[in-house]
Protein backbone atom coordinates (compact mmCIF):
# COMPACT_ATOMS: atom_id res chain seq x y z
CA UNK A 1 0.00 0.00 0.00
CA UNK A 2 1.59 3.61 -1.13
CA UNK A 3 0.24 6.41 1.01
CA UNK A 4 2.36 10.05 0.45
CA UNK A 5 0.54 11.38 3.65
CA UNK A 6 0.19 8.85 6.18
CA UNK A 7 1.90 6.16 8.07
CA UNK A 8 0.76 2.78 9.08
CA UNK A 9 2.01 1.09 11.52
CA UNK A 10 0.80 -2.32 13.49
CA UNK A 11 2.33 -4.24 16.34
CA UNK A 12 0.17 -6.91 18.98
CA UNK A 13 -2.77 -6.02 17.38
CA UNK A 14 -2.86 -2.26 17.64
CA UNK A 15 -2.70 -0.27 14.21
CA UNK A 16 -1.44 3.27 14.59
CA UNK A 17 -2.17 5.45 11.77
CA UNK A 18 -0.24 8.61 11.48
CA UNK A 19 -1.09 11.71 9.57
CA UNK A 20 2.11 12.86 8.15
CA UNK A 21 1.91 16.11 6.99
CA UNK A 22 3.33 18.04 10.06
CA UNK A 23 4.70 21.11 7.82
CA UNK A 24 0.92 21.70 6.98
CA UNK A 25 -0.08 21.00 10.88
CA UNK A 26 -1.40 18.12 9.56
CA UNK A 27 -4.51 19.71 7.26
CA UNK A 28 -6.78 17.83 5.16
CA UNK A 29 -6.23 17.87 2.26
CA UNK A 30 -7.53 15.94 -0.66
CA UNK A 31 -4.12 13.43 -0.92
CA UNK A 32 -4.72 13.58 2.87
CA UNK A 33 -7.96 12.20 2.80
CA UNK A 34 -7.55 9.53 -0.16
CA UNK A 35 -4.59 8.04 2.19
CA UNK A 36 -6.68 8.13 5.10
CA UNK A 37 -9.48 6.52 3.67
CA UNK A 38 -7.48 3.99 2.06
CA UNK A 39 -5.57 3.29 5.73
CA UNK A 40 -8.49 2.71 7.12
CA UNK A 41 -9.78 0.41 4.71
CA UNK A 42 -6.44 -1.58 4.65
CA UNK A 43 -6.27 -1.78 8.88
CA UNK A 44 -10.53 -2.69 8.48
CA UNK A 45 -9.66 -5.66 6.27
CA UNK A 46 -6.65 -7.27 8.99
CA UNK A 47 -8.41 -10.11 11.09
CA UNK A 48 -5.05 -9.05 13.97
CA UNK A 49 -6.19 -5.42 14.17
CA UNK A 50 -8.19 -5.24 17.45
CA UNK A 51 -7.70 -1.26 17.91
CA UNK A 52 -6.84 1.67 16.18
CA UNK A 53 -5.09 4.68 16.79
CA UNK A 54 -5.35 7.75 15.09
CA UNK A 55 -2.95 10.61 15.73
CA UNK A 56 -1.07 13.22 13.79
CA UNK A 57 2.98 13.79 13.42
CA UNK A 58 4.31 16.54 14.82
CA UNK A 59 1.82 19.39 17.10
CA UNK A 60 -1.03 19.35 15.85
CA UNK A 61 -3.44 16.16 15.13
CA UNK A 62 -5.62 17.49 12.35
CA UNK A 63 -7.00 21.51 12.57
CA UNK A 64 -10.44 22.38 11.44
CA UNK A 65 -11.66 18.18 10.87
CA UNK A 66 -14.65 19.13 12.98
CA UNK A 67 -16.28 21.61 10.30
CA UNK A 68 -18.73 19.97 8.39
CA UNK A 69 -16.84 19.85 4.75
CA UNK A 70 -14.52 17.35 6.15
CA UNK A 71 -17.02 14.91 7.00
CA UNK A 72 -19.31 15.41 3.91
CA UNK A 73 -15.74 14.46 2.02
CA UNK A 74 -15.72 11.64 3.74
CA UNK A 75 -19.28 10.92 3.26
CA UNK A 76 -19.92 11.97 -0.39
CA UNK A 77 -16.76 9.42 -1.62
CA UNK A 78 -19.45 6.63 -1.46
CA UNK A 79 -17.22 5.40 1.87
CA UNK A 80 -19.27 6.52 4.61
CA UNK A 81 -16.57 6.88 7.36
CA UNK A 82 -18.96 8.78 9.19
CA UNK A 83 -20.65 6.32 9.70
CA UNK A 84 -18.64 3.11 10.64
CA UNK A 85 -17.35 4.61 13.58
CA UNK A 86 -20.28 2.62 15.70
CA UNK A 87 -20.36 -0.48 13.37
CA UNK A 88 -16.52 -0.90 12.50
CA UNK A 89 -15.67 -4.91 13.57
CA UNK A 90 -12.86 -3.26 15.66
CA UNK A 91 -14.54 -1.10 18.11
CA UNK A 92 -14.89 2.78 18.25
CA UNK A 93 -11.97 4.78 17.00
CA UNK A 94 -9.57 6.95 19.27
CA UNK A 95 -8.35 9.69 18.00
CA UNK A 96 -5.35 11.97 20.27
CA UNK A 97 -2.91 14.81 19.20
CA UNK A 98 0.80 15.20 19.14
CA UNK A 99 3.59 13.55 20.34
Known amino acids: MELETIVVKKEDGIATIVLNRPERLNAINGRLMMDLMKA ?25 AHERPFFNAAHCHGHGYRNRR ?14
Do not use: C, Q, W
Not at 40 to 47: K, L, M, Q
Not at 86 to 99: I, K, L, M, Q
Open 86 to 99: STSRTGPYHARGGP
Open 40 to 64: INHVGRDEKVRAVVLTGAGRAFMPH
